[in-house]
């Protein structure tokens, strides 16, 4: 039997504005458009599994009024048998996306970051060793998922975004994946210099895989000492926004799937490469018949 993955993460509806730049301190600036969907690091990374045709079960916390939502989620795969309804409003992002591309994000936590401990504890208890935990940064009591995670065996995943002062002090050695780009992988190493990083955080996690992504550089995988450097698939840049998520979701679904690393990674950058070339997060995860087709 296949692992399971369970996905506890955010979900957040995103209002992308396409502008010329970013806003600066003090400046008006008039937006191009506007356009709501669907977005959120955990939600988008669950989707990614899901079009990747992977199995997913999220842990999420919605607003009641965000039925819309749930359906989007369930018609794109993704079991939201453990997404709560609640009265708080719904997670949400403003995200300006430039003429190059490139993405600024404000964050209002909402319902993201009012967890109890006993939803995860009812949660993770469904779990088997083995199984896999997949984890973002915009929920609260992330650190109680990794423990209660870890006390029954399940692999654990985190990409530590956005990063915080939290996930310093996390247990990341016993982690079995970390997914990091080159700004979260600086910040847990202390270092500036890639390669000082990688052997920062190779003497921290030695038993973890690392990777690091590095946009249209690439990606390097450190596994039990190997450092591989894989090159990205080139792409025409329209919106970088949930690039990452695409990344994280394609590489757990072909892990699962029974990919060794090098062909899951492959996959993982081909599909990241075609969600930067549409707008949006959610809206721009291909699926696998986009990415074969
Ligand atoms: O990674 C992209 C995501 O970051 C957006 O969908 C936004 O909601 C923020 O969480």
Not at 204 to 212: A, E, F, H, S, V
Request: net charge negative; charged share 20%; proline share 3%.
């Amino acid at each position: 039997m296949k692992p399971r993955i369970l996905n506890f993460g955010s979900i957040n509806i995103d209002h992308v504005y396409r502008v010329d730049h970013f806003v600066q301190a003090g400046e008006t600036l008039a937006s191009d458009s506007l356009s709501t969907v669907l977005g959120g690091k955990g939600a988008n990374q669950s989707v990614a599994i899901a079009r990747a045709g992977g199995d997913v079960r999220h842990i999420g916390r919605l607003c009641e009024t965000d039925q819309w939502v749930s359906t989007y989620l369930e018609a794109s795969g993704v079991d939201i048998s453990l997404v709560e309804t609640v009265a708080e409003p719904s997670g949400h992002a403003i995200i300006q996306v430039d003429r190059h591309g490139e993405n600024s994000i404000l964050l209002h936590g909402g319902a993201n970051i009012g967890f109890e401990s006993a939803t995860l504890e009812k949660a993770i208890a469904q779990y088997d060793s083995g199984d896999y935990l997949l984890l973002q940064n915009e929920t609260n009591a992330i650190a109680l998922a990794f423990e209660l995670a870890i006390s029954k065996g399940l692999k654990v995943v985190l990409n530590p975004a956005p990063m915080s002062d939290e996930i310093l002090s996390l247990p990341l050695e016993k982690l079995d994946t970390l997914i990091v780009n080159l700004g979260e992988a600086q910040a847990l190493a202390s270092k500036d210099k890639l390669d000082d990083v990688v052997e920062s955080l190779t003497a921290k996690m030695p038993n973890t895989r690392i990777l690091i992504t590095l946009g249209d550089q690439g990606v390097v995988f450190v596994n039990n000492g190997d450092v591989t450097k894989i090159d990205a698939t080139t792409a025409k840049v329209v919106d970088t926004t949930a690039a990452g998520d695409t990344f994280v979701g394609y590489f757990m679904a072909s892990i699962v799937d029974g990919l060794k690393d090098l062909e899951a990674l492959d996959r993982a950058c081909r599909a990241a490469a075609l969600a930067v070339e549409s707008l949006g997060a959610m809206p721009s995860i291909p699926t696998s018949d986009q990415l074969e087709g």
